[in-house]
């Protein structure tokens, strides 16, 4: 018998059919358009006296820019694991945020343990702790679990950073503006973030002090507006055996980006007749393998728009270099499919078109304009390519990729956070790193969500 799909799936699938292959271009134009008209960040001040100064404050524990709570907490019995799982706006999300321990360690069936473990991840949502002792698998999610997981008290820093983080506020390492906590009488003063807003409104962070009793009672005791972005915040699909570009790379920043940006689209050709190939040989519909035979001539074209760029811009376009692979499991197609065309080509588009609007350079908004449209195209055929195959996989390997999607697109927020060059973003339109931010968490919360 097979279980019924995740909760995640099912919106998952729901979104594809009601949203993606219809609007998805639309939508991401419309969005695309917003962040250059309405630009900019409204800084607001921080000069409200509630919140403790820095010299007040200790920060969490954080370990390479990572918070590391943990370790500094005793839970009562005596787990094999203590698993801690963050919502990130892309939930169910895969892996622990934090765990220490093993998980499933004492388990009389390991592999049926493991996918337990799995299934109740994935289809719990929001913040929540997991632990495992034995056979035994427990979420703690509601208040009373969590104070008592954490020993029935709030006796330390991070125990009240824990408490704070577990009613949806975030927890930021190394900037007390943002995250901090003082040891006041009865508890705790916890400084924490939280984003809200999106979905046609600005995107607003604020910051917040909290009470913090040692019974665990939480109590807001201040907040302020500490970001604003009237914002919203590239790269196309790349196929299994793309090498990475030689030592030869363009020094005109602007000429490198268009360099670089041509071997993406020349390795996205192979990409889509790979694809094409690949969904032949597993017997697909004549009309998806059309669809990336058509998409396969379309990047000939990005890649000749691109190349010529470069040139203009005064850099020889870097060639892909691909090694051949031969037809791959479904499974496999599927998770390539999940990560470079669910999400990176959905972000290329969003990206592009920001591009065609925001671009100085009339020649480059010109050819970005074009290639948006494919590229929203393409993210289209993406997600009707893994409506089509995800029936075919198993229940495991849906939670997997349900899993590489998300770790794709932490990858690629994290590829957004650095800086492009000034001259890249003015004449090429490209987001600035801020910008790219405000889009993706856009998308996490629209589509990827
Ligand atoms: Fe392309
Ligand atoms: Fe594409």
């Known amino acids: 018998m097979t279980r019924p799909a995740s909760p995640a799936l099912e919106r998952l699938r729901a979104i594809i059919r009601e949203n993606v292959p219809r609007h998805l271009g639309s939508y991401l134009q419309h969005l695309a358009r917003a962040s250059v008209v309405a630009g900019g960040v409204v800084a607001a001040g921080c000069s409200t006296s509630h919140f403790p100064p820095g010299e007040e404050l200790v920060g969490p524990t954080c370990v390479d820019g990572q918070w590391r709570a943990l370790g500094g907490v005793r839970p009562a019995p005596d787990y094999d694991s203590v698993a801690r799982y963050a919502a990130r706006g892309f939930a169910p999300v895969g892996g622990p945020a934090e765990l220490l321990g093993e998980e499933c360690r004492a388990a009389s069936n390991r592999d049926a343990c493991e996918a337990s473990v799995q299934e109740l991840t994935q289809s719990t949502w929001g913040n929540y702790f997991f632990t495992t002792r034995g056979d035994e698998l427990r979420v703690h999610q509601s208040e009373d679990e969590v104070l008592a997981l954490l020993g029935g008290s709030i006796d330390t820093p991070d125990e009240a950073l824990l408490r704070v983080w577990h009613a949806g506020y975030s927890i930021t390492c190394d900037d007390l503006a943002r995250t901090g906590v003082r040891e006041v009488a009865d508890g705790f003063e916890v400084i924490a973030t939280q984003t809200g807003g999106g979905c046609g409104s600005p995107v607003i962070v604020s910051r917040y002090l909290f009470f913090v009793g040692r019974d665990g009672a939480m109590t807001e005791l201040s907040r302020e507006e500490i970001e604003r972005h009237e914002d919203w915040g590239c790269e196309g699909r790349r196929p299994e055996g ?181 001259a890249v973003v003015e004449r090429a339109g490209v987001p600035d790193a801020k910008t790219a931010l405000a889009l993706l968490d856009h998308l996490a919360a629209t589509i990827f969500a």
């Open 242 to 422: 793309l090498l990475p570009v030689g030592a030869d790379v363009p020094a005109d920043p602007v000429g490198r980006w268009f360099a670089s940006m041509a071997r993406l689209e020349q390795s996205a050709v192979d990409a889509f007749h790979g694809v094409a190939d690949e969904l032949g040989a597993h017997g697909a519909p004549a009309a998806l393998i059309a669809a990336a035979r058509v998409a396969a001539d379309d990047e000939v074209r990005h890649h000749e728009a691109m190349s010529r760029l470069a040139r203009r811009f005064g850099a020889a376009p870097i060639p892909a270099e691909i090694v051949p692979h031969p037809v791959r499991p479904l499974y496999a197609i599927a998770l390539e499919n999940a990560v470079e065309g669910c999400i990176r080509e959905t972000y290329g588009a969003l990206a592009a078109y920001r591009q065609a609007y925001a671009a100085t350079d009339a020649e480059v908004a010109a050819a970005m304009a074009d290639i948006a449209a494919d590229e929203a195209r393409h993210a289209e055929l993406s997600w009707e390519i893994a409506a089509w195959i995800e029936p075919r996989l198993t229940d495991a390997e849906r939670a997997e990729l349900a899993i590489a999607r998300a770790r794709a697109f932490a990858e690629l927020r994290a590829e957004a956070e650095t800086e492009p060059d000034a």
